[in-house]
């Protein structure tokens, strides 16, 4: 089976700190993706990663950067933390492909920004 | 640009009615997929259907069947027999082409929550 592993199910930062969210995945997938979701928005996607080292902005880019520096592992990071971050953060892998596969997702990162 | 519309923001179901979820898309691209993600309280989201737009076939699988019509740009969900287990965030999905060219980035509708009571 597909894992999608992110590191901590629950984080509670303060205003300012820089925040690292860790994601992992098993199954040599080319894209990796990091979601974010707000009740009411649904899921925004905010970067994702098409291969080592290559990054695309999604929707949301702002206040994010992203690193891809091995296949498997797919960094989200908060350079300097804000209240308006607190939101649960979804990472998803796929293989790529000619057509575009199932998202294969982890259970999900909750952040706090106090 | 690409969107995705769920209307329903919450459906309350008694166990064993049958519920429809409705998605509606909007889409410039000729070639696109739609998807169909559960997630329950758990919060992990599961995959349920992936369709391409060139396939207008419905679908049946088990108590769930999907209707995709293209003619209206809608892919809703139907649950027959809804269960309690049902009871979760269903979202819907539409492919979209990357800057590269690829078809390689999902975007989502803001969801469903469905409430089967028991």
């Known amino acids: 089976d597909v894992k999608v592993t992110q590191s901590s199910r629950y984080l509670v930062k303060r205003t300012g700190e820089k925040v690292f969210l860790e994601c992992v995945q098993d199954m040599d997938h080319e894209n990796m993706f990091w979601y974010r979701q707000d009740p009411g928005l649904g899921l925004r996607l905010i970067y994702f990663?098409?291969?080592?080292?290559?990054?695309e902005k999604g929707d949301i880019p702002e206040g994010y950067s992203v690193s891809r520096e091995k296949k498997e592992r797919f960094s989200l990071i908060l350079e300097s933390a804000s209240t308006n971050q607190t939101s649960m953060y979804l990472c998803a892998s796929t293989a790529a492909g000619e057509w575009l596969r199932e998202l294969f997702f982890g259970e999900g990162s909750r952040l706090t920004v106090l | 640009a690409q969107k995705v519309t769920q209307a329903q923001t919450e459906i309350s179901v008694v166990e064993k009615e049958d519920v429809t979820l409705d998605c509606v898309y909007e889409?410039?691209?000729?070639?696109?997929?739609l998807f169909w993600y559960k997630q329950p309280p758990s919060g992990e989201l599961v995959f349920l259907i992936r369709?391409?737009?060139?396939?207008?076939q419905n679908e049946i699988s088990g108590r769930y069947s999907w209707n995709f019509q293209k003619s209206t740009s809608s892919f809703n969900f139907t649950i027959t027999a809804s269960q309690v287990v049902d009871s979760a965030v269903y979202f819907c999905?539409?492919?979209?082409?990357?800057?590269?060219?690829?078809?390689?980035?999902?975007?989502f509708g803001t969801g469903t929550l469905l409430a089967v009571q028991p």
């Open positions: 990663s098409y291969d080592v080292k290559m990054k």
């Open positions: 999905a539409l492919s979209e082409v990357s800057t590269g060219g690829a078809t390689n980035k999902l975007i």
């Open positions: 889409t410039r691209d000729t070639t696109y997929y």
């Open positions: 369709r391409n737009s060139f396939d207008e």
